[in-house]
């Protein structure tokens, strides 16, 4: 049994898929027995080993899947105990490697079943230390070759779902034996348990009661069914998610469109209005100042007409004083006489600055 330091690896896959072919082209074993390509050949798990870059691995060849001559059941019954006495004695995998040709991309039926059975031997855990390796590149075009490996690798049915978990995807080139050795530099020396090794050395189930080996096609179709059907479910889900997200959105942006809309309107309306006002204001002050100017007109019509009046009466007053003048003193001059006294003084008057009002011929003088 292998152990120790050893990178323990089990190399597993449907019949004729090139396992003893890989195991022999990384150990140059020429003991190892290789198929005919019509039968199935490798029938016991078998130890090589092979050092590389230092460390020592343990390949682990295993009977394929898919025999001609031995059931299923069998060689399931008979991988599963190995890996149980395996893991009693202390050997824990570093890797699983899956084989597959690359050339026969359609995986239908028995190379279906059997790759399901495999991960349910895997578990989920241990499925980020599974690498599926392609086989038979040196058989198809590189282009096809990738094209099939797309397949594999993206479709959940083949190798999707268990990439999604973590499983590598690799090449085996049987023409560039280098190949093979560039995919144990994908293994580090860390271990990973099966599903089926807890089954059986942990929860002590008989080897034929693992989920790998009660598994059956018609329970995995209707699994993968009923996961097609759930993400569907999921999918037209999300799709009302983000209409429904998508007509929030447009109803929102309707809605701040005519908010901005009304606010417009409103903002336009008390321009309206302050312009209103402005223009009653302005009025206004037309008005007062028409007002004002006629108050003006009035008060200086009023003003002339007192100003005539006051002229008038100045004049009419000059003209009273102008007779009156006549009347008291015109002709004072030539009435002067040495009879007369002044009434203001009573001397007699000499000059014609004397004052002389009472004399009764005054009024005849001065008509
Ligand atoms: N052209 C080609 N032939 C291959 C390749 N790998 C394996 N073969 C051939 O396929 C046949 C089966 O190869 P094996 O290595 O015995 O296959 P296996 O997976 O060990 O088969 P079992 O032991 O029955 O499970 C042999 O004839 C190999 O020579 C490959 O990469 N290219
Ligand atoms: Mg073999």
Same mark, same amino acid.
């Given at each position: 049994m292998?152990?120790?330091s050893e ?9 004729g898929?090139?396992k003893s072919?890989?195991i022999?082209a990384l150990?140059?074993?020429e003991?190892?027995?290789?198929g005919?390509?019509?039968e199935s050949?490798t ?9 590389y870059?230092?460390k020592?691995y343990?390949?682990?060849d ?16 008979e991988?599963?105990q190995w ?5 009693r ?5 570093s890797?699983?490697i899956?084989l597959?040709?690359?050339?026969d991309v ?6 279906r079943?059997?790759l399901?059975?495999?991960r349910?031997l895997?578990?989920e855990?241990a499925?980020?230390k ?9 058989t198809? *075009? +590189? ?5 099939? =490996?797309? !397949?594999? @690798?993206s479709k959940? /049915?083949?190798w999707?779902r268990?990439?999604?978990?973590g ?6 080139n049987?023409?560039d034996p280098l190949s ?5 530099n994908?293994i580090?020396?860390s271990?990973c ?7 059986i050395?942990?929860d002590?189930k ?6 790998a080996?009660?598994?059956n096609i018609?329970?995995m179709q209707?699994?993968m069914?009923a996961?097609?059907r759930?993400e *569907? +479910?999921l999918?037209k889900r999300?799709? =009302?998610e !983000?209409h @429904?997200?998508?007509? /929030?959105?447009?109803r929102?942006i309707?809605e701040?469109h005519?908010?901005w809309l ?5 903002e336009?309306?008390?321009k309206?209005e302050r312009?209103?006002a402005?223009?009653?204001r302005?009025e206004?002050r ?13 008060e ?8 005539a009046a006051?002229?008038a ?8 004083m102008? *007779?009156?003048?006549?009347r008291?003193?015109?002709?004072i001059?030539r009435?002067?006489?040495r ?12 000059y ?5 009002r009472?004399?009764?011929?005054r009024?005849?003088?001065?008509a």
């Open positions: 292998a152990g120790g990178i323990t690896v089990a190399v597993m896959g449907m019949t898929a090139g072919s890989f022999e150990t140059l074993n003991s190892i027995v290789i005919n390509g019509l050949d029938q016991t798990v078998t130890e090589y080993r092979c050092r870059g230092g020592m343990v390949l682990l295993t009977p394929g899947f898919g025999d001609t001559y031995r059931s299923n059941d069998d060689i399931v019954d991988v599963l890996l149980a006495s395996s893991y004695a202390g050997t824990r995998l890797s699983v899956y597959h040709p690359i050339n359609r995986m239908q039926g028995s190379a079943e059997n399901e059975m495999f349910k895997c578990g855990d499925l980020k599974v690498l599926f390796v392609s086989t038979f590149w040196d198809v *075009e +590189e282009a096809l070759g990738a094209r099939n =490996e797309e !397949q594999l @690798r959940d /049915e083949f999707g268990m990439v999604k978990k499983s590598k995807v690799r090449r085996y049987r023409d093979a050795f560039a995919i144990l994908d580090d020396d271990h348990v099966l599903r089926a090794q807890e089954e050395v942990i002590g008989d080897p034929r009661q693992t989920e080996a009660t598994f018609a329970a209707a699994e069914e996961r097609i759930e *569907e +479910e999918a999300l799709l =009302e !983000q @429904r997200a998508a007509r /929030e959105q447009a929102r309707r701040q005519q908010q009304r606010a417009q309107e409103k336009a309306k008390r309206k312009l209103k402005e223009e009653r302005e206004e037309a008005r007062e100042h028409r007002e004002f100017c006629e108050r003006m007109r009035q200086a019509e009023t003003r002339e007409v007192i100003l006051i002229v009466a100045q004049e009419e007053e000059e003209e009273r102008q *007779e009156a003048y006549y008291d003193y015109a002709c001059g009435e002067v006489s009879d007369y006294d002044c009434d203001r003084c009573n001397t007699v008057i000499h014609w600055d004397h004052y002389y009472k004399h009764p011929s009024a005849r003088l001065t």
